[in-house]
């Protein structure tokens, strides 16, 4: 489910997965809001129920995150308050006294300790806002190639352009990218700027002039407009700034796919 808000994208692709985060603990606060940012999401952060019921009334976000420990009130209110006003947003509960319990109520998707690493949070964050999918009838021919040094940013774009039809293969390094490029070129790639070692714009740079005309499109977490351009000029197609939409994504490699420029080898 998806609502139109403030954070909608200027270039008028929809907006990314809007989750609210409901913590106390600016610490925790800030490692969450960090966290799902990173991939992809659009965060919005309240420090009370009282905040948390305004911001969500207002924009209506597609997850809710809280702490049970929240001061103005106890953890089950909070979700009877939220209930009143939607009665499927996906609930995630972060409980500091948590101990492996039987089941979890029918009114959360997940109740979790607050202390949960983030690989399983990103899990079941990306279950709670996924509905169950059947396999795409359609596969696309050749493969992506996504070059991330984060892994969990790897793991939801493989995972995501998978279920869209996409053959995907992934590398953690612009290096690594340009020796599987050796062995096989993918029908398309796509590149972040920002890793360690060789960055995207030098990975950019041998990619073209290896294999010229190949589509590729960057991804920064920084809006730098002569980063952009420089990409442009150096033979990137597109880019997109983080978090970005991964819908946005997927409609950029359909359109290349559409016009003949991911084919069949």
Known sequence: MQHTTDHDRLDGSPPAPQILIIESDWIVRKRLKALLA???????????????????????P???IGDIRISDAAGVEVVEHIRSFDAHVPIIWLDPAFQSRGSTPETIQAHLPLEV????????????????????SIR???????????PKIRQVLHAFLELR????????????ALHQLDQAAPRAIVLDISM????????????????????IIMITALEDERCM????????HDYLVKPFNLDHLETMLLSRALLGEIAEP
Request: glycine share 12%.
């Open 229 to 236: 351009d420089d990409a442009l000029a150096i033979g990137a």
């Open 38 to 60: 990173r991939c992809g999401y659009g965060v919005r952060a309240a420090r009370s129920v009282q905040h948390a019921l305004a911001v969500f009334k207002h924009e209506r």
């Open 62 to 64: 597609d997850l809710v």
């Open 165 to 176: 039809g996409f053959t995907v293969t992934t590398a953690a390094s612009g290096e690594e």
């Open 140 to 150: 696309w021919p050749g493969s992506i190639l996504v070059v991330d040094d984060e």
């Open 117 to 136: 690493g983030n690989d399983r949070l990103l899990d079941d964050v990306g279950r709670s806002l996924s509905p169950p999918r059947h396999p795409p």
């Open 196 to 215: 360690p070692g060789m960055g995207g714009l030098a990975a950019l740079r041998q990619i073209t002039a290896r294999h010229p005309g190949l589509p």
